[in-house]
């Protein structure tokens, strides 16, 4: 059941529908299966992939109160805080609620340092949309860092790790020039290059 879900998602948008009842079957039928969890997070997947953010963030948040010790939970609670954002629009509050679940993420004991880039970088632009400039450089610069303790040390980093790194200093110089500090800014991209990040 598992595997023809995947097989169904492989299909295209116009099986993602199928490819969510298949999960849910599969969930309904072997409740106790390891793959469980992975199977409500492909769930909250397709349905971002269908721009269902508040049935996704609702699953994610779920599968936070099912599996508080699973390995991967950290990646459900990214992805609600994403869902959180793409719902927020002109809503302090949503941003509030993101930004809370954010700030939780990056606290998490053994949280891998690639998804400690991203929730770095998505933290910071929380912070932006709401025009805290001062707040969302003081994040960046914290990550930055905190993650970038040498130029060798980028290397350690995925490719996905690395893309949101090279986000984070890309938003850092932008904002650093448009405060005026050009000197900064110009040693941000510097250390981009440095690093050899994309």
Not at 54 to 81: C, D, T, V, W
Not at 89 to 118: H, N, R
Request: charged share 20%.
């Amino acid at each position: 059941l598992f595997k023809a879900a995947l097989y169904c998602e492989k299909r295209g948008g116009e099986y993602f529908l199928e490819a969510i009842q298949l999960h849910e079957n599969f969930i309904q039928r072997y409740p106790q299966n390891q793959l469980v969890f992975h199977a409500r997070m492909r769930q909250g997947d397709l349905l971002r992939k269908l721009n269902d953010f508040a049935g996704a963030q609702l699953i994610y948040q779920n599968l936070n109160y099912s599996h508080p010790e699973h390995p991967f939970r950290y990646l459900a609670e990214l992805a609600r805080a994403d869902c959180l954002l793409a719902l927020a629009g002109d809503e302090p509050k949503a941003y509030q609620d993101a930004l809370f679940v954010l700030e939780g993420l990056i606290d998490l004991p053994q949280l891998p340092l690639d998804a400690q880039a991203e929730v770095g970088y998505k933290w910071g632009i929380a912070l932006l949309k709401q025009g805290r400039n001062e707040e969302a450089l003081k994040v960046f610069t914290q990550m930055t860092g905190r993650l970038l303790l040498s130029e060798s040390t980028a290397g350690s980093f995925l490719d996905r790790g690395q893309y949101w790194l090279s986000r984070t200093l890309l938003e850092m110089g932008k904002l650093l020039k448009v405060m005026g500090a050009l000197d900064a800014a110009q040693r941000i991209y510097q250390k981009l290059i440095a690093c050899n990040l994309p």
